[in-house]
C-alpha cells in the first residue's frame, strides 16, 4: 500500500482520538494545566501562555567555511507551540533544526532548553537531552539495515529494559496510531514508499515519548494526498502529545494547517548588515497580510527579480 | 537572455585582476606558501582528527559494554565472510612462492630441502598477515567506509544521535572489535593454506622429500615468528577499523563522497600495512635480539 485508500486515511485520525486518554504520557503537563484551548489557540499565543520558553536561542550564527548560514537569530518557543519555520531552500532552516536539537553547535551565540544551555553539556549529558526531542528527518533516515520493526523498536531496546512482548505491544500501537498496520513490520526502509517511510520515521522518533517535535520538510517530495496525512498526523500528535513542535518547511499547506506561529528566514548572503534574518515573525493570519515584499513573494510563490539575478 | 548574462558577467571579471595579480613572481611565491601552509594545515588536522577518532572509540570500547545485537552481524559480516576470499588468497600465495623459489633453489646442489623453510618463513612471518589485512582492507575497509559515509549522507548518523546513541559507540566500537579481534584468526587461516600450497607444489609437484621439507621448516620456523605474525596482523586490522571508520564518518559531498570514501580508506590503509609492517619488523627484530643475544 504505497497510498493509503481514502477509509484508512479516515481510519487513522478516528484511532487516534479513541486512544487520546490511555497514552497521554505520564508526568507530562496535559491540557489540564492550562487554560482551556490554550494550546489550540491560533493566535497570540507568545503572550497567552505563561511557562517560560522551552527552547531560546540567543544571538545564534553558525558558519561554514566562508558562508555564513544563520546569523543572530534570537528566538524564544514557549512549550506546546507549534512553531513553523519557512523560507526559500538554502536559507538555513535544516541547520536552525540541527542546532535547535544540538547536532551542529552554533559558532556564537547560545540555545537554552529549559534554561539549561544546551551546547555547554558534555557530551553524555547533551546525548540525554536530545531524548527530550523527536526529530523526523527529511528522507526519514531510518536504518536501512534494519527492518521497520527494529527501527521502531530501537529507541525502546536502547534505553529501556523492557521485555519482547512489551516492545512489540508498544510498537504496533504506534504504528497503528500513524496508520500502519502489521504487515509493514518485516518490510526493510528500501521497500517503503516515501510516505510510509516518514511515517515510520514518525513513529520511530515518538517511541520515547519527547517533549519537543521537529519536523524537516516533513512533505518535501510527497504527493498531495500523502502530504496532507502527514500533516494531519503532525496536527494529531501536536494535539494528542502536548509536545512543543517545530516544523521546517516551505509548504504553505503545511504552514496553515498546522502552526499556531510562522517564523520566516531570508538567506543570510542577501541581507543587509545588521538586518534581522528573521524577516517575519506572526501568525498565519498575519502572513496572509504581510506587506514586507519578500515574505509576500515567498506566500504568493512568485518568482519576483529571482530570474535575473543570476543566481 | 541579455540581461543574465550581463548580470552573471561581473563575477568574472572581477576575478581577472585576482589573477594578475597572482601571475607576478612575488605574488607566485606568496601563493606557494599560502598552498603549502594550507596543506600542511590540513595535514595536521586530519591527523588530529584521526588521533582524536581513535580516543572516542577506544574509550567507548572500555567505557560501556558494546551495544545489544551489534557485535554477532559485524563478526559475521568481517570475520566469517573473509574465510573463503583469505583462504583462497593464502593457498596461492604459498603455491607461487613454491613456483618462484623452487627455480632458484635447485641451481645449487643441496638446497632442494630448504625450500620448506624459505617458503613458509615468508608465508608466516610476512605473507600470511599482509596478504589477510589487505584483503581484508579491500574487502570490509572500504565497505566499511561506504556503508557509514552512506548513513552519514543519508542522516542515519544524525538519527543515531537524535536517539541518544552515539555513534561511535553504536557503529565504530563493534566493527574495531571485530577487525582486531578476528585478523589474527584469518592470520591463522591465510598461513594454513599457505604452507599447505607450498607443501602441496613443493613435495607432490617438484618431488621433494616431504621429511626433509617439513623437518628443515620446523627448524628454522618457531613459535616467536607466528607469534610476531599474529601480533602484527592485530594492528594491522586497528589500523584498518580506524582508517576506514574515519574515512566514513569525515566523508561529505553526496554519492561522489561515498565512492571516494570508500577508495580513500582502501588506498590508505594498504599503505598504513606497508608502513606498519616494516616499523613492527624493525621492531620484533630489535625485540628478539634483546631477548636471545647473540653469541
Not at chain 2, 65 to 92: A, D, E, K, Y
Amino acid at each position: 500500500m504505497s497510498t493509503p485508500t481514502p477509509a484508512e486515511r479516515q481510519e487513522a485520525p478516528a484511532r487516534l482520538e479513541s486512544r487520546a486518554e490511555a497514552v497521554r504520557a505520564p508526568g507530562e503537563p496535559g491540557l489540564d494545566a492550562l487554560p482551556a484551548g490554550a494550546a489550540a489557540a491560533p493566535s497570540a499565543q507568545g503572550n497567552r501562555l505563561e511557562t517560560k520558553p522551552v527552547l531560546r536561542l540567543e544571538n545564534v550564527s553558525v558558519q561554514f567555511g566562508p558562508q555564513a548560514v544563520l546569523r543572530d537569530i534570537d528566538l524564544a518557543i514557549p512549550r506546546e507551540q507549534s512553531v513553523a519555520v519557512i523560507g526559500e531552500s538554502g536559507c538555513g532552516k535544516t541547520v536552525f533544526l540541527k542546532v535547535l536539537v544540538g547536532l551542529i553547535p552554533p559558532g556564537r551565540g547560545r540555545v537554552w532548553l529549559d534554561g539549561v544551555e544546551l551546547h555547554a553539556l558534555p557530551e553524555q549529558e547533551l546525548v540525554k537531552q536530545r531524548l527530550r526531542f523527536g526529530f523526523v528527518f527529511q528522507a526519514a533516515a531510518l536504518f536501512d539495515s534494519m527492518s521497520v520493526y527494529e527501527n521502531v523498536a530501537f529507541p525502546l531496546r536502547q534505553h529501556t529494559d523492557l521485555d519482547e512482548a512489551t516492545i512489540r505491544q508498544r510498537v504496533l500501537q504506534q504504528l497503528a496510531e500513524i496508520g500502519l498496520g502489521e504487515e509493514v513490520l518485516a518490510k526493510y526502509p528500501a521497500e517503503l514508499s516515501g510516505g510510509m517511510r516518514k511515517r515510520v520515521g514518525l513513529a520511530r522518533a515518538l517511541m520515547l515519548r519527547p517533549e519537543i517535535m521537529l519536523y524537516d520538510e516533513p512533505t518535501a517530495g510527497l504527493d498531495p494526498v500523502m502530504a496532507d496525512v502527514i500533516n494531519a498526523l503532525i496536527k494529531q500528535t501536536h494535539e494528542r502529545y502536548h509536545v512543543t513542535s517545530v516544523v521546517v518547511t516551505h509548504d504553505l499547506k503545511t504552514v496553515r494547517l498546522v502552526a499556531q506561529r510562522v517564523v520566516m528566514l531570508y538567506p543570510v548572503r542577501r541581507l543587509a548588515a545588521g538586518e534581522s534574518q528573521i524577516i517575519f515573525d506572526g501568525t498565519v493570519e498575519e502572513l496572509e497580510q504581510a506587506q514586507d515584499p519578500r515574505v509576500r513573494q515567498f506566500v504568493l510563490g512568485q518568482a519576483g527579480e529571482y530570474l535575473y539575478r543570476g543566481e | 537572455m541579455s540581461e543574465v548574462s550581463q548580470i552573471t558577467k561581473p563575477p568574472a571579471v572581477t576575478a581577472l585582476p585576482d589573477q594578475g595579480r597572482r601571475s607576478e613572481l612575488s605574488g607566485q611565491a606568496a601563493g606557494f606558501w599560502a598552498e603549502l601552509g594550507q596543506s600542511v594545515k590540513a595535514f595536521v588536522v586530519l591527523w588530529g582528527d584521526a588521533a582524536e577518532f581513535t580516543w572516542r572509540t577506544l574509550r567507548w570500547m572500555v567505557a560501556r559494554r558494546p551495544c545489544r545485537g551489534t557485535i554477532l552481524p559485524n563478526f559475521h559480516q568481517i570475520g566469517v565472510r573473509s574465510v573463503p576470499v583469505i583462504g583462497t588468497t593464502g593457498l596461492f600465495i604459498g603455491m607461487v612462492l613454491a613456483v618462484q623459489t623452487y627455480a632458484e633453489f635447485t641451481r645449487f646442489p643441496g638446497m632442494k630441502s630448504w625450500l620448506g623453510a624459505a617458503i613458509n618463513a615468508s608465508v608466516i612471518r610476512e605473507l600470511g598477515p599482509v596478504l589477510a589485512a589487505t584483503m581484508l582492507a579491500g574487502r570490509v575497509g572500504s565497505a566499511l567506509a561506504a556503508e557509514l559515509a552512506a548513513m552519514r549522507i543519508t542522516e542515519q548518523m544524525d538519527a543515531l544521535w537524535c536517539l541518544g546513541v552515539n555513534p561511535v559507540h553504536y557503529l565504530v566500537v563493534p566493527r574495531f572489535l571485530a577487525c582486531v579481534m578476528l585478523i589474527p584468526l584469518l592470520t591463522v587461516l591465510a598461513d594454513f593454506m599457505g604452507v599447505l600450497g607450498g607443501a602441496l607444489i613443493s613435495t607432490q609437484f617438484f618431488g621433494i622429500e616431504s621429511f626433509e621439507y617439513w623437518r628443515v621448516s620446523q627448524e628454522k620456523i618457531g613459535l616467536w615468528d607466528i607469534f610476531c605474525g599474529l601480533t602484527k596482523s592485530a594492528v594491522f586490522g586497528a589500523a584498518i577499523a580506524i582508517i576506514s571508520c574515519h574515512r566514513g564518518f569525515t566523508s561529505s559531498g553526496g554519492a561522489e563522497g561515498v565512492g571516494r570514501a570508500a577508495t580513500d580508506a582502501f588506498v590508505v590503509s594498504f599503505v598504513a600495512i606497508l608502513i606498519l609492517d616494516f616499523l613492527l619488523g624493525l621492531f620484533f627484530n630489535g625485540l628478539s635480539a634483546m631477548i636471545w643475544p647473540r653469541g
